[in-house]
């Protein structure tokens, strides 16, 4: 699994400004995701910004106080950058391509995506970075369709985290459990929900997880009779990393960073940290730890990409990748 954040995007965005033209008049964003990485851009060079409808229409947004560049009126644009964050298919770019051609204004047109599955794609004249499937995206990450086979926590990530008074493992944590407030939204079906909330909560968390029209095909929750006794033993990463590592997971969703190395240590399997952004990989220990207990081929196989994947970093596993599938 491969994830960048917005902090990513930008500086991938501010590492390509030079092979870009410095008399671009406009960049137009693809919606929804690459109008992010074309606002990005637009604001650190100072450039009138537009979505492909508004641009066919002839109208850019408007500037801030502290941007004083005036956008050039629709027969004035020379040069134009069509921005997306990503591409894969294609399908997105090539119906830009269509709107504007449909549109008949005639510019000197960029096509160009951030991330892309390879340098050269037929859609897109410029691709910043190599990023092969499967990827997730911080600004798409609740909406991406791995999540069926991810494992995710639920305070931190689809709710609000219980303050010390109302984690009381009393009536204010009852209260918390059926009012608590959603934090991240999603209309996919989570493959597993997997908390350190006790066993004896079940009711009340599914009947949250209910009004709140979150879908998931498995929940797994901490079987301990007391906040006490799970505070004794600190179980909360073990319990995850065990579930995880046991399971068919690709991805799991933590909030907490220290859980989530733990998590990602002992599982020998990446884990999305909420609270700083990042995918966490195990180290190469951690990872072939789990060589006696591989059932097959292909976890196997799944183990030898992670060793490869841990020893050269994601960017030259990208590259080396992308090799071999040339020479392939």
Request: proline share 4%; with cysteine; glycine share 6%.
């Amino acid at each position: 699994m491969y994830y960048r954040s917005i902090a990513d995007l930008n500086e991938t965005i501010l590492k390509n400004l030079h092979r870009l033209p410095q008399d671009i008049d406009v960049v137009v964003g693809i919606p929804r995701s690459g109008l992010l990485a074309a606002n990005l851009l637009s604001l650190a060079v100072n450039i009138p910004l537009s979505d492909i409808d508004s641009y066919v229409q002839g109208r850019t947004y408007a500037s801030g106080v502290t941007k004083t560049q005036v956008a050039p009126d629709k027969e004035a644009r020379r040069k134009v950058l069509v921005l997306d964050d990503s591409i894969n298919g294609g399908t997105a770019m090539t119906e830009a391509r269509k709107k504007i051609a449909q549109s008949g204004i005639e510019a000197d047109y960029i096509f160009a995506a951030v991330y892309g599955s390879k340098l050269s794609h037929p859609e897109a004249d410029l691709v910043f970075e190599i990023l092969p499937q499967p990827r997730m995206f911080q600004w798409n990450f609740m909406h991406h369709k791995w999540l069926a086979q991810s494992c995710v926590d639920i305070d931190g990530v689809l709710c609000v985290d219980p303050t010390d008074a109302e984690n009381d493992d009393g009536a204010a944590y009852l209260d918390f459990l059926g009012n608590a407030r959603k934090l991240y939204s999603t209309k996919r079906k989570i493959g597993t929900l997997v908390t350190s909330r006790l066993e004896k909560y079940r009711p009340s968390t599914e009947a949250w997880l209910a009004s709140n029209g979150i879908q998931y095909e498995k929940l797994v929750m901490l079987d301990l009779p007391s906040k006490a006794e799970r505070q004794r033993l600190a179980v909360h990463g073990s319990f995850k990393a065990e579930y995880y590592r046991k399971s068919d997971a690709m991805l799991f969703i933590e909030s907490e960073n220290k859980q989530a190395i733990k998590i990602a240590q002992l599982s020998g399997k990446p884990v999305l940290c909420l609270e700083t952004h990042q995918l966490i990989t195990p180290d190469i220990a951690s990872v072939l730890a789990q060589l006696p207990n591989l059932r097959s081929v292909s976890q196997g196989k799944d183990v030898a990409k992670r060793v490869v994947r841990t020893i050269l970093g994601t960017n030259r596993y990208a590259a080396l990748k992308s090799l071999l599938s040339r020479n392939g």
